[in-house]
């Protein structure tokens, strides 16, 4: 196989040795998130506002998401 000097391997921004705990803190304050937004839904006496409401889902929403993300590149799924 030949192999030309001038190619540079391509490396992400984030550190692979990093994938597992930014996975692990992500995926928790998910839950975590996310469940404390179905319990003031659910057993909540009083109204909210509706702008608390969408800064905490949106909160479980992008922790869920970029922690699935960085799960997926821990396992070796190369999104691209």
């Known amino acids: 196989m030949l192999q030309d000097p001038s190619l540079v391997p391509v490396s992400g921004p984030i550190p692979p040795h990093?994938?597992?705990?930014?996975?692990?803190i992500l995926l928790s304050l998910?839950?975590?998130?996310?469940?404390?937004?179905?319990?003031?839904?659910?057993?909540?006496g009083r109204r909210v506002?509706?702008?608390?409401?969408?800064?905490?889902?949106?909160?479980?929403?992008?922790?869920l998401g970029f922690g699935t993300?960085?799960?997926?590149?821990?396992c070796g799924v190369y999104l691209g």
């Open 18 to 24: 990093l994938l597992p705990p930014l996975t692990v």
């Open 69 to 74: 993300l960085f799960l997926l590149l821990w």
């Open 49 to 63: 506002s509706l702008a608390q409401e969408a800064m905490l889902a949106a909160a479980a929403a992008g922790s």
């Open 30 to 44: 998910g839950a975590v998130t996310s469940t404390l937004f179905y319990v003031r839904e659910q057993l909540g």
